[in-house]
């Protein structure tokens, strides 16, 4: 059972940066394709981006599109969203998930695959 610890939230500028990281411990980390889901006050929770298994596949929301990046490194059991040009619409908290695949380069973009989750970040994005 794979357990995820998000960091690297906080409150930034319009037009800044924010790096959030997301570790995982338990299970197999290389079995699971990765996700970044967020949710703002009074929204459903929406899909940002995931990333395959092998990490050779990703897909990103279109409002996220060109400003956020996802990437992992199976050998340290982490993965990353670096999120450029925020806005303010960007506020959120956001979580990390896993989704187990037996494949490695499917992935999903609905939550209700995911399997584990973890605590959710707080992002603020002041304009």
């Known amino acids: 059972q794979a357990q995820l610890v998000e960091s690297g939230g906080g409150l930034v500028q319009a037009g800044g940066s924010l790096r959030l990281s997301c570790a995982a411990s338990?299970?197999?980390?290389?079995?699971?394709?990765m996700g970044w889901f967020r949710q703002a006050p009074g929204k459903e929770r929406e899909f940002v981006a995931v990333i395959s298994r092998s990490g050779g596949r990703t897909a990103y929301a279109d409002s996220v599109k060109g400003r956020f990046s996802i990437s992992r490194d199976n050998a340290k059991n982490s993965v990353c969203l670096q999120m450029n040009s925020l806005k303010a619409e960007d506020t959120a908290v956001y979580y990390c998930?896993?989704?187990?695949?037996?494949?490695?380069?499917?992935?999903?973009?609905?939550?209700?695959?995911?399997?584990?989750w973890g605590q959710g970040n707080q992002v603020t994005v002041s304009s």
């Open positions: 338990g299970g197999t980390f290389s079995s699971y394709a």
């Open positions: 998930a896993a989704d187990l695949r037996t494949s490695s380069i499917s992935y999903s973009v609905r939550s209700q695959e995911y399997d584990f």
